[in-house]
Structures are given as C-alpha cells and as structure tokens.
C-alpha cells in the first residue's frame, strides 16, 4: 500500500520522532529519513542528537521541534565534514527540504562507507587461503590444521 496523504497519527520512539510529527501537521515516509539521521547521528558518538538534561519529554520534543543540532567535542572531533553535513541534511526540521531515502543512498559518505563494508565481508568469508577452499567438497573438509 502506497500511502499519498499525509497521516495524523501521533505514534514514535520519543528520542527518534520527527518534527513534523510533533508539530501534528500530517507526515510521510520522510520521518523515516529523520530516525536515520538520529540513528546514525548515534551510531557515530554514542548518544542521541536531542536530549533533556532532566530526561524530561516535553522538554525533549521542544529541542526536537527547534531542531537545533550540535556536534560536541571531543566526540564529534575526529568526524569529518562529510558526515556531519548528511545528518545535517537528514535531520532537517522541514521534511520538504530533508534528503530523501534515494538521496541518502546516493550521497558520498554513504556510497564510500557501503563499498567499504562490502569489501570486509567479502575478506571475512573468503579464506586467505581460495586454494584449499575451492578444492574442498564439504565445510569438514576445511578443518584448521
């Protein structure tokens, strides 16, 4: 089901809802886009963009409307540009001017960062030594020796 009209229904992981949602003003799948940018705003320093000092949620939505976002020292110090300007851009308060999923996918950072991922699978499932694999007819035909 493709949903065309905006939804009204207040739902959502409080540290992780959107503005728009909030603001009940009807939303799209472009919260999704907002929980990512919260999610690996997290991923990269350990804690949410958006908190109360007194774990307080009303106060939480305020700073989540305003939108203000901060990249402290010394967390943030070893982070690149790159990155802080996709979360930038996936944490923007109007969900007309935030990336969309597709853009996500094709930005920079995230295109590097798949290609890098994909290489370290490949090294940790294919053996140094493709020889011995290859020969092998079964997984107990590769004891370590």
């Known amino acids: 089901m493709v949903v065309t009209e ?3 229904t207040i739902c959502g992981t ?9 603001c009940e003003t009807g939303y799209g799948i472009a919260v999704d886009v907002w929980a990512l940018g919260v999610i690996l705003y997290i991923l990269l320093c350990g804690f949410p963009p958006f908190r109360s000092r007194d774990r307080d949620q009303v106060e939480l939505f305020q700073l ?11 967390y943030w110090d070893p982070i690149s ?4 300007g996709l979360i930038r851009a996936l944490l923007q308060p109007d969900p007309t001017v935030r ?5 996500t996918h094709l930005h920079p950072w995230v295109k590097a960062m798949a290609s890098t991922c994909k290489q370290r699978v ?24």
């Open 64 to 74: 989540i409307k305003q939108a203000q976002l901060n990249f402290p020292s010394p």
């Open 14 to 22: 409080p540290t992780y809802v959107a503005p728009e949602i909030l």
């Open 6 to 8: 905006p939804v009204f």
């Open 81 to 84: 540009e790159e990155v802080r």
């Open 122 to 145: 490949i090294n940790f499932i294919v053996p140094d030594n493709t020889t011995d694999f290859l020969a092998a007819e079964s997984f107990s035909d590769l004891q370590m020796k």
């Open 99 to 103: 990336l969309t999923a597709e853009q």
